[in-house]
């Protein structure tokens, strides 16, 4: 998962906004593991 693979996600915020939706949505998922 580089960057550098994908240059349209610094043309677009909205793909840089959805990036990091989903790396905080996969973060929480993993805590909520972790915790149960």
């Known amino acids: 998962m580089s960057s550098s693979s994908s240059p349209t996600a610094k043309y677009h915020p909205v793909a840089v906004l959805l990036h990091w ?3 905080l949505v996969l973060i ?8 149960m």
């Open 21 to 23: 939706l989903l790396g």
């Open 28 to 35: 929480g998922l993993f805590a909520v593991g972790l915790y």
